[in-house]
């Protein structure tokens, strides 16, 4: 006989007190966090006289790279912590090294200003390289006891909701950041967003101190642990994956989604600023707020990218309602699809209303499997390591994040760099002196398109638009997207597979 299912809003009311608080600190954590990554992709390699630290993509790709190994390999191991030691202690180291990595983020550029003089080389990307390894460090520890505490205030009829609620909860804070942000740089105040981060991380030591509650740890739990050390719970954390193969078949599947996410937030940024023409939905953002804006009547990047948090936030409900009934595989293959059509088309053109569209569709996909994938890790975890294995989760977010960092960093400075290739176009087809083009003290960044343009038509002159139309047309940057694109492909393939190997397996055992 079929058991009658729950309605909708009778769950959310189910839902405990707990499950509330963990998505107050997760939604503050996240405005904090992608405050800070709304902007850092700007501010890495916006030149010193725009207050940056002036690095190059494949610089910026391999900083990164490790943030995004410490950060999402790390909770595979600090689960375990969290499981052994408790939640809220894992809480509150979190917040402190969170804090210490945001304010060594605003101090990046002076700090490494002086040891520059000191005589040391290359500070700009060591120091901020060291900021977000501590960001990183934060972050891993706080996500298992707030992920752990959503599995375990759920249960297999509440997972897709709860999951969904959650990821609501997220994007809140998501979409809240880079339209707060927007406005706290102004043009190139950078510093003051890294320390409204460490302050809005701060705040989070209320909701852990005084709303929150210890999760009650199952009895095997404790026995299992009784008498472990520290080395003996991380040698633990780290050999329990390789005893589910399914499992780890299914996160380096899982990864490839997560590659092209995260290129989202860590490249488009920087492609947007330099190759899509955003005036035409400047006037929409404009209405909003004239700080949304540049002087020169273009949208802010971190505003174009919060279509993504801002589409979650209005259909993540609903579409997790609509998804709740449908095989959790199945719904990953759906939204892995909807992603990878949108993702390349993100950066197809370089038009702005495109762009926007594009980021709108990839968001459905987005909550058609991300919430998804938490759902499915969720259920198929024991009980008594639900933490651990919600640090497991992080594991194919580490590998697209770090493989996307460092595969689409070299590939934009080789093929979509603008600066780089204007440069190029004066010396090759201009005929420009190289000594003086080439040349970044004598020819700064800044000044590069412009320089340009004004030398193109045989002296009489063009416009930055016209420029770079000359250089989408030669250099088709938008190919970038086509290859990490490709990646894409290749997940969404494996989760099809993935769908008929298991289903085979749930058949031949005698499971729905």
Not at 33 to 60: E, H, M, W
Not at 88 to 93: H, N
Not at 308 to 317: D, F, M
Request: aromatic share 14%.
């Amino acid at each position: 006989m079929e058991t009658k299912k729950t309605p909708f809003w009778q769950q959310v009311n189910g839902l405990p007190a707990n499950f509330w608080v963990a998505c107050l600190m997760e939604l503050l954590e996240r405005l904090a966090f992608f405050g800070c990554r709304a902007i850092a992709p700007l501010y890495l390699v916006a030149s010193s006289a725009k207050n940056g630290l002036d690095l190059d993509f494949t610089q910026k790709g391999y900083i990164y790279t490790v943030w995004a190994l410490i950060q999402c390999i790390l909770p595979m191991v600090s689960g375990g912590f969290t499981d052994r030691y408790g939640y809220r202690k894992s809480l509150a180291i979190a917040f402190v090294i969170n804090i210490l990595g945001y304010i060594g983020m605003a101090e990046s550029k002076p700090l490494a200003d002086y040891l520059t003089a000191q005589g040391w080389e290359n500070m700009n990307f060591w120091v901020f390289m060291v900021a977000a390894c501590f960001v990183g460090t934060g972050t891993a520890i706080f996500k298992p006891p707030a992920q752990g505490t959503i599995a375990k205030s759920t249960n297999e009829e509440t997972a897709s909701m709860g999951w969904g609620v959650f990821y609501w909860a997220v994007n809140i804070g998501g979409a809240l950041a880079p339209m707060i942000v927007a406005l706290i740089r102004g043009e190139v105040d950078w510093h003051l967003v890294f320390y409204a981060a460490g302050l809005v991380t701060a705040v989070n030591f209320l909701p852990a101190f005084f709303l929150y509650r210890e999760p009650e740890r199952a009895v095997s739990d404790k026995d299992q642990d009784a008498g472990k050390g520290i080395i003996a719970t991380f040698v633990s954390s780290i050999a329990t994956i390789f005893t589910d193969l399914r499992l780890v078949v299914f996160l380096g599947i899982f990864s490839c989604f997560w590659l092209m996410f995260m290129q989202l937030w860590d490249l488009l940024p920087n492609f947007i600023d330099e190759w899509v023409d955003t005036s035409d939905v400047a006037p929409y953002f404009a209405w909003f707020s004239q700080g949304w804006v540049t002087e020169t009547g273009q949208t802010k990047p971190e505003l174009i990218i919060n279509i993504n948090p801002a589409t979650v936030i209005l259909l993540v409900i609903p579409i997790s309602a609509l998804i709740a009934r449908m095989n959790k595989v199945a719904a990953m293959i759906v939204g892995m699809v909807i992603s990878l059509v949108a993702f390349v088309a993100s950066g197809a053109t370089g038009l702005g209303v495109v762009c926007v569209a594009a980021l709108f569709l990839f968001s459905i996909g987005e909550m058609t499997c991300s919430p998804t994938f938490n759902a499915y890790i969720g259920i198929i975890a024991p009980k008594e390591k639900k933490a651990l294995y919600m640090g497991y989760a992080n594991i194919p977010f580490a590998i697209g994040w770090a493989a996307g960092a460092t595969i689409g960093g070299h590939l934009y400075e080789a093929i979509a760099n603008k600066t780089k290739l204007a440069r190029e176009y004066m010396v090759n087809n201009l005929g420009m002196d190289a000594a003086r083009i080439l040349d970044e003290e004598a020819l700064p960044k800044d000044d590069v398109m412009a320089t340009m343009a004004s030398a193109m038509n045989g002296g009489a002159g063009a416009t930055v638009k016209e420029a770079t139309q000359v250089l989408w047309d030669l250099h088709h940057p938008y190919l970038v997207w086509y290859y990490l694109g490709g990646i894409g492909l290749v997940g969404t393939i494996g989760m099809i597979i993935f769908y008929f190997a298991t289903r085979t397996e749930e058949t031949n055992t005698g499971s729905e």
